[in-house]
Nanobody, 124 residues
């Protein structure tokens, strides 16, 4: 399984970014795909996930209303559209995949495959 995240960068507060994750070697349609982020000195935390097929979608409280996760099953791509970015959104964003039951969707330890991460830095 390979997950390749991209799209990070340095932006000002209030800006938008779209992260992409290219997946291969995974049963993409049936997998739950998630985005997590890790700030320096902090644990990796859940941001968003989309379950098998086209959904449903799940968000952390901080991401709700600002971020949108989507997937393209034909292209085996997952996206995270991030709007109204805040400095506290800064960190390395990781794409993850797993065959999870619903209750595991926000559980970092339940995901079995991880990408290398892409850095997002939001300046104030």
């Amino acid at each position: 399984v390979q997950l390749q995240a991209s799209g990070g960068g340095l932006v000002q507060a209030g800006a938008s970014l779209r992260l992409s994750c290219a997946a291969s070697g995974v049963s993409f349609y049936s997998a739950t795909m998630g985005w997590f982020r890790q700030a320096p000195g902090k644990e990796r935390e859940f941001v968003a996930a989309i379950r098998r097929g086209g959904g449903p979608t799940y968000y952390s409280d901080s991401a709700k209303g600002r971020f949108t996760i989507s997937k393209d099953n034909a292209k085996t791509m997952v996206y995270l559209q991030m709007n109204s970015l805040k400095p506290e959104d800064s960190g390395v964003y990781f794409c993850a995949a797993g065959n999870l039951i619903t209750s595991q969707t926000k559980n970092r330890d339940a995901y079995t495959s991880w990408g290398q991460g892409t850095q997002v830095t939001v300046s104030s």
